[in-house]
Antibody, heavy 122, light 113 residues
């Protein structure tokens, strides 16, 4: 069964940092691009970032560029999101999701984790 | 950035009826070299992650019932649900993956009348 399991969410003060992880199973992790998508409470979906299968090419949404870093460890089948300079606007459920095909572009996202909640508050 | 606008924001439809949700992009998401529209539709039920319904505008994801149909090209797209069933109550989102940053529509909330 294809699964994605996020962890690392929690409560953090403004200006703080947090690292999210997403453990993948049930598919060949190193052949597909992986994304993070977030959803603020009661709001819509916001695409955050993508990393291609080789781990070198990365792209970010405007609101997180320069503060967040996406990475992956293909030997551990794990995706990461390092977040710095967090603000209350970063409060959201963070989902990891896999491309439905391909490792070297962003395509539709066919499998999603259950999400991990990040709360930024003083 | 490509802006995705869905309409309506919410709607209530009777069971068994047809539902049309539209999505308009601020620029074309049709990649002319392969003639594919880089547009996906998702369904999200409360407390759950999104579920992929269609990609390339009209290709239905495996396991998705055939009452869900995606259509459109260029800048104008439609998700049709027919006939509407009770379990289709959800929020529906379109997403363009034509260019970075990828962007979602604001969502359309569907209820039963």
């Amino acid at each position: 069964e294809v699964q994605l399991l996020e962890s690392g969410g929690g409560f953090v003060q403004p200006g703080g940092s947090l690292r999210l992880s997403c453990e993948a199973s049930g598919f060949t992790f190193d052949t597909v691009a992986m994304s993070w998508v977030r959803q603020a409470p009661g709001r819509g979906l916001e695409w955050v970032s993508v990393v291609y299968s080789g781990g070198v090419s990365t792209y970010y949404g405007d609101s997180v560029k320069g503060r967040f870093t996406i990475s992956r460890d293909n030997s551990r089948n794990t995706l990461y999101l390092q977040m710095h300079s967090l603000t209350e606007e970063d409060t959201a459920v963070y989902y990891c999701a896999k491309n439905h095909m391909g490792g070297y572009s962003l395509y539709a996202l066919d499998v999603w984790g259950q999400g991990t909640l990040v709360t930024v508050s003083s | 950035d490509i802006v995705m606008i869905q309409s309506p924001d919410s709607l209530a439809v009777s069971l068994g009826e047809r539902v049309n949700i539209t999505c308009r992009s601020s620029q074309s998401v049709l990649y002319t070299s392969n003639k594919r529209n880089y547009l996906a539709w998702y369904q999200q039920k409360p407390g759950h992650p999104p579920r992929l319904l269609t990609y390339w505008s009209s290709t239905r994801e495996s396991g998705v019932p055939d009452r869900f149909t995606g259509s459109g090209s260029g800048t104008d797209f439609t998700l049709t649900i027919s006939p509407l069933q009770a379990e289709d109550v959800a929020v529906y989102y379109c997403q363009q993956y034509y260019s970075y940053p990828s962007t979602f529509g604001q969502g359309t909330k569907l209820d039963i009348k």
